[in-house]
């Protein structure tokens, strides 16, 4: 049985939104109130629309279909791939090419392409060729790997769609609305939760909080023939009695650091990302308007 305590989202640092200027009004009903200039999140409504989600893909899976987890953003891309493996489901982490929903047709040519690029270079096929076009194909075959090796084996449009950062994947957003497919998604006090089938508010930029959510909705396929399904466990121990203490003690977290994500432990705290509306490929920079420590 999968269990979710309120103790895990509160050290997962779940509850820390955006700054307060940068709040979406419609997420108002998920945010509990506002600490030093950061709005916190509502954990009880938190843990309900969890268990809402969780349900949905248990009986999305059990129906036969598929889950694809999607997120491309860096301090998305490992919990992501590592879990939608582990549940043996699809993933998107890289980046999401436009019309991988609503021009899939497209797409499994690309899919048919980069199984056949890999067939060539073990069935002795690059041994009669050139340098030259063995570069050529192996860098043509990495390309299709690093964006399609996650949906390789999906042969029809996914069941439901697993999201991290409503903003940063909006065309998916989108082209799932289209197709109507379903829609699970964690948002953040930054997000528009209207279109979206089961909106999970939290954290959607700490790695912690990520990787809980990504390990939540994994155990919901690993679970979905289980009839009891998810346990929810809102009490706190009695050394964590003062939830409101923890959930206004912004300043002693270290959230201003900036993270390698390579070399991440995952025992580290986690930093708060900004908008990403730069190209994939910039470094990533701490934002001062996203530190939570003491008001200067």
């Known amino acids: 049985m999968a269990v979710v305590t309120m103790k ?3 050290e997962s640092g779940v509850h820390f939104g955006h700054q307060v200027k940068r709040w979406d009004p419609r997420m108002k009903k998920y945010i509990f109130a506002e600490r030093n200039g950061i709005h916190i999140i509502d954990l009880q409504k938190t843990i309900q629309s969890i268990k809402d989600a969780y349900d949905a893909v248990r009986k999305v899976v059990a129906s036969g279909k598929t889950v694809l987890f999607v997120g491309t953003k860096k ?8 879990e939608a493996e582990r549940c043996g489901m699809f993933y998107v982490n890289n980046r999401w ?21 890999e067939k060539m270079e073990v069935d002795g096929t690059f041994e009669n060729l050139t340098k030259k076009e063995i570069a050529s194909l192996a860098k043509e075959r990495t390309k299709l ?4 090796g996650g949906i390789k084996e999906l042969k029809d449009p996914p069941g439901i769609l697993f999201i ?3 903003r940063k994947e909006s065309i998916a957003v989108a082209e799932a609305q289209r197709m109507r497919i379903p829609i699970v998604a964690v948002v953040d006090t930054n997000c528009n ?3 979206i089938d089961f909106p999970i508010p939290g954290n959607d930029d700490a790695i912690r909080a990520i990787t809980l959510f990504t390990q939540i909705i994994a155990n919901a396929v690993v679970e979905a023939d289980n009839e009891v399904g998810l346990k929810i466990i809102e009490t706190l121990g009695d050394e964590d009695e003062d939830m409101e203490g923890m959930m206004s003690d912004i300043s002693a977290r270290e959230e201003d650091r900036e993270i390698d994500i390579e070399s991440y432990s995952g025992e580290e705290a986690e930093t708060k990302e900004p908008e990403q509306e730069q190209e994939e490929d ?15």
């Open 164 to 166: 991290i950062d409503t």
């Open 193 to 195: 939760p209207d279109g």
């Open 97 to 117: 090419l436009g019309g991988m929903l609503t021009n899939f047709f497209t797409i499994k040519k690309s899919l048919l392409r980069l199984k056949k690029l």
């Open 282 to 296: 910039e470094e990533m920079h701490v934002d001062v308007d996203k530190v939570y420590g003491e008001d200067s």
């Open 75 to 82: 301090q998305a891309q490992q919990a992501i791939q590592k």
């Open 145 to 148: 790997q690093k964006n399609l």
């Open 8 to 10: 895990s989202l509160l």
